[in-house]
């Protein structure tokens, strides 16, 4: 309950504002899902094998409330990784204004499905991510999720029962429904921006990161950080677990971040 947070959760603010990552809440997950089972040359697969392999966004433009929006989305990408595929989705987000439509967000988006590899292509895209420092991180946060946070998580639209329902959460290898990747994703972005940027949004340009491993609704995570110029690399770790579950970078606008 910090107060500085009701400018992006509370519309009568004075400074009311987007949160940047609200970007990866506006594609239709279902029409996203369909288009990949609709793909020339996709095989039949198990959508509980699925899992959410990378997302990297950048602000062309800070999003201003209360405009319409709209995003359009293809099949960027389709790399056999052995044990599965790696499926790369690019999307554009627009802002439509008097007739205009502005660039805002562009973002890409990596699933894993496993069990549907060895077809041998390659692809030819790919996102590297900066080394993890080897020195003590800069500034840790820790941020405790809640237990029905995947399902309130669902609210932003991403309704894979994989979040919901422990029978299909064992389909896919889990013992209880995990939280969703751009959950994770999010709690990341909101504590680098708070601690990093004075929680002003408009100091953030790009945030990307590969989720490494699964959160249970419930965990803390340790999100720790080190400046590099003008980025914050980052990987954050379950404190019960130890696990390591994303690790990324939040490029920042010019003389952006504070020490």
């Given amino acids: 309950m910090d ?14 504002a987007v949160f940047p990552t609200v970007a990866t809440t506006l594609s239709d997950i ?10 020339p040359g996709m095989p039949n697969f198990n959508p509980m ?9 950048e602000i ?14 293809k099949v960027k990408d389709i790399a056999d990784k052995g044990k599965g595929a790696f499926v790369t989705f690019e999307a554009t987000t627009y802002e439509e204004e008097d007739g205009k439509k502005t660039p805002i967000f562009r973002q890409y988006m990596g699933l894993f499905i496993r069990g549907i590899g060895g077809f041998g292509y390659k692809g030819t895209v790919s996102f590297p991510l900066p080394p993890v420092p080897n ?20 609210l932003a639209g991403d309704l894979n029962p994989l979040h919901a329902d422990p029978n299909m959460a064992a389909v896919g290898g889990f013992d ?10 999010g709690i990341c972005a909101k504590n680098i921006m708070k601690g990093w940027c004075d929680n002003n ?9 590969r989720f490494t491993s699964h959160v249970f609704p419930g965990e803390t995570l340790k999100i720790n950080t080190w400046k590099e110029g003008n980025m914050i690399i980052f990987n954050a770790t379950t404190v019960e677990r130890g696990s390591v579950v994303i690790q990324g970078f939040v490029e920042l606008n010019e003389n952006s971040a504070k020490l």
């Fill in 30 to 39: 279902k029409e996203t899902f369909n288009s990949l089972v609709d793909c």
């Fill in 201 to 209: 949004p408009e100091k953030i340009k790009k945030v990307s990161a």
């Fill in 3 to 16: 107060e500085n947070d009701l400018r992006f959760t509370y519309e009568l603010k004075d400074d009311f």
């Fill in 60 to 73: 062309l433009k800070p999003p201003k409330a209360g405009v319409r929006m709209i995003t359009e989305a």
């Fill in 49 to 57: 094998m699925l899992l959410h392999g990378e997302q990297h966004l």
């Fill in 176 to 185: 209880r429904p995990i939280l969703h990747g751009l959950c994770t994703y």
């Fill in 135 to 154: 020195r003590n991180p800069c500034k840790v946060f820790e941020d405790k999720t809640e237990k029905n946070q995947a399902l309130f998580y669902r």
